[in-house]
């Protein structure tokens, strides 16, 4: 130590002062740049650096990801480690033009869609970066096309009635209305594809009320009285077809449920059982409580369902093809819709069937507690 006194002893403590200052610098840029690797390993899109000499600098945890092999390879040639042609192209576009590139590229090894920006990243004069941004788009695509699907869906199977309508109307129109045997078939034809559109149209409103109602409203129901209510309602059809009801639930069952939604798939399993079955035909429906979940069931002794069908009948639009369905007059939106309302009330729907024999439509739904304040409503 020098002495205040001493010549040099203001020198000194200048150079200790820089000494410092170097030394909390040095300290500062280690903690920022372990910050900037943390965040960049922490990122859920694809990052790779890539130096002048294409060489790999820096490649996040993501991008190894979805490049389904290690890709941190500092040093390594970008272009002997990524096994996509379209991708490896675009980088070196990149390098050729100095210019940021853009495109969607499908991995043809796992068949992913990833957003590629290539960023041309300008360090100095004659140095530069390149940065390899890989977003997934995957389930976003597949969204998408499930929307295009539909709405061809959608459009396909709203022509049918209404290209039977407008014919059968013209036909009519220009003389038909004349004879009087062609007059009533023509307009029963009219009126049968126009219930048709209706149904359709509701099973349509459905499907897309449920995504934009998603939240439960619950109450607690007395499942027997409940379905009596239902089933009053298909009178018209039970008695033409003189089906047997057996409302087989224990008269004293509550349980919580969503009052509207389970309402609609109540109506849905009920309605195939009743349309999907012989005259004088018979249904049961009954429930079973467990320790956490709840069993509805609808059995009937219908036509039944062939094996290979049992899981497509829950798709939007399937109907099983025999001669015997078709006439049924149905949209093959009704399960489809079923199945979702049961997720949306956290549970799950099966099916056994043997045709000839019959079917049984199984919902599991999990029991739900009223909130203290809705009064009167015993633990489920
Ligand atoms: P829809 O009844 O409008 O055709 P659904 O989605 O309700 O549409 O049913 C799909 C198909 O599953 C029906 O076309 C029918 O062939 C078959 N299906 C549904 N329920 C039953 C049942 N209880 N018994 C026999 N077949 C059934």
């Known amino acids: 130590m020098l002495a205040p006194t001493d010549r040099y002893y203001q020198l000194a403590q200048s150079i200790n002062q820089i000494q410092s200052l170097q030394r909390n610098l040095a300290k500062s840029f280690v903690t920022q740049q372990r910050g900037y690797f943390s965040l960049i390993e922490y990122l859920t899109i694809g990052v790779m650096v890539l130096d002048q000499d294409q060489k790999i600098y820096l490649s996040n945890h993501a991008m190894s990801e979805l490049m389904e092999r290690e890709m941190n390879l500092p040093g390594e040639i970008y272009a002997n480690e990524l096994r996509n042609y379209d991708l490896s192209r675009l980088i070196e576009k990149t390098y050729q033009t100095k210019k940021e590139q853009h495109a969607e590229i499908k991995l043809d090894f796992n068949n992913k869609i990833v957003d590629s920006h290539i960023v041309f990243v300008p360090v100095s004069h004659h140095h530069f970066l390149v940065m390899v941004l890989l977003y997934d788009i995957t389930e976003l695509k597949e969204i998408e ?6 709405v061809s869906n959608v459009s396909h199977e709203l022509k049918t009635p209404i290209t039977a309508i407008t014919g059968f109307s013209e036909t009519l129109l220009n003389g038909a209305a004349d004879d009087p045997t062609a007059l009533k078939e023509f307009l029963k034809i009219i009126h049968q594809e126009s219930q048709k559109l209706t149904a ?20 607690q129901i007395s499942l027997f009285p409940y379905l009596q209510e239902i089933i009053q309602t298909f009178k018209p059809e039970i008695d033409k077809k003189q089906i047997r009801i057996f409302n087989e639930v224990p008269p004293a069952f509550k349980i919580v449920v969503d009052y509207n939604k389970f309402r609609h798939v109540v109506n849905n399993l009920l309605q195939n ?16 409580q467990f320790s956490k979940t709840w069993e509805f069931k609808v059995r009937d002794n219908g036509w039944g369902i062939a094996n290979d069908q049992r899981e497509r009948i829950f798709e939007r639009f399937y109907r099983i093809d025999t001669s015997r369905s078709k006439q049924t007059g149905g949209t093959g939106l009704g399960l489809s819709v079923v199945k979702e309302y049961v997720a949306a009330m956290g549970g799950t729907i099966k099916v056994t069937s043997q ?6 439509f199984t919902v599991t739904l999990p029991l739900i507690q009223k909130r203290k304040q809705d009064s009167g409503v015993k633990q489920a």
Do not use: C, H
Not at 355 to 360: I, N, P, T
């Open 145 to 150: 096309q499930m929307q295009l699907d539909f």
């Open 200 to 219: 359709l149209v509701e099973d349509i409103l459905s499907l897309a009320r449920i995504s934009a109602n998603a939240e439960l409203k619950t109450d």
């Open 273 to 288: 059982a009743i349309k999907y079955n012989d005259p004088t035909g018979s249904v049961w429906l009954s429930s079973t």
């Open 355 to 360: 045709v000839g024999v019959g079917s049984e």
